[in-house]
T-cell receptor, first 114, second 114 residues
Framework: ETGVTQSPTHLIKTRGQQVTLRCSSQ?????VSWYQQALGQGPQFIFQ???????GRGNFPPRFSGLQFPNYSSELNVNALELDDSALYLC?????????????FGPGTRLLVL | AQTVTQSQPEMSVQEAETVTLSCTYD???????LFWYKQPPSRQMILVIR??????QNATENRFSVNFQKAAKSFSLKISDSQLGDAAMYFC???????????FGTGTRLQVTL
């Protein structure tokens, strides 16, 4: 069984640029959630995708957008990068949506915006 | 706002001893799920233990157990026979509502000394 994978592991961008982060869900999982973890903080929920549809969104502006593909892998896109977007971005997958489902996390992508 | 509070930014325990990490939360819902996740320096968030709010019995996973006090909205984690590999950031979190959105605390850094 393959766990959750994310790419790239590290990324450096400049303010105003756009970035795409990728996540492959664990085998058999159809739900992917994205979280932003600033240094020294707990992760903050960005949004969730369930069967290719957005299924809940946190308090993040529209320049944070996502996609889920038929194989349930997912992308997080951030436009017009700001310095405060520097963080660890975590992807988590679960077998389905719903509060009882345990989420399994990937290793994260560290984004630095200069 | 729904929140999770971890009042101990750092804790230290000697190898083989027992340590308890505190967590309180605030939600108006009656049906929710509670989690403790561990984040070692490798950054990958690993599930330690979960608790269903409707169950009165405290969850146990090997050396890890919880003290769940629903009326007090308290969910502490006890680690017995601490090992060097237990050193990490520990996050308390819960899910409510229809989407499995995790709300995290700010974490407790656990050091394990010889």
């Amino acid at each position: 069984e393959t766990g959750v994978t994310q790419s790239p592991t590290h990324l450096i961008k400049t303010r105003g640029q756009q970035v795409t982060l990728r996540c492959s869900s664990q085998s058999g999982h159809n739900t992917v959630s994205w979280y932003q973890q600033a240094l020294g903080q707990g992760p903050q929920f960005i949004f969730q995708y369930y069967r290719e549809e957005e299924n809940g969104r946190g308090n993040f502006p529209p320049r944070f957008s996502g996609l889920q593909f038929p194989n349930y892998s997912s992308e997080l896109n951030v436009n017009a990068l700001e310095l405060d977007d520097s963080a660890l971005y975590l992807c988590a997958s679960s077998s389905t949506s719903g509060k009882r489902e345990t989420q399994y996390f990937g290793p994260g992508t560290r984004l630095l915006v200069l | 706002a729904q929140t999770v509070t971890q009042s101990q930014p750092e804790m230290s325990v000697q190898e083989a001893e027992t340590v308890t990490l505190s967590c309180t939360y605030d939600t108006s819902e009656s049906d929710y799920y509670l989690f403790w996740y561990k984040q070692p320096p490798s950054r990958q968030m690993i599930l330690v233990i979960r608790q269903e709010a409707y169950k009165q019995q405290n969850a146990t996973e090997n050396r890890f157990s919880v003290n769940f006090q629903k009326a007090a909205k308290s969910f502490s984690l006890k680690i017995s026979d601490s090992q060097l590999g237990d050193a990490a950031m520990y996050f308390c979190a819960y899910t409510t509502g229809t989407a499995s959105k995790l709300t995290f605390g700010t974490g407790t850094r656990l050091q394990v000394t010889l």
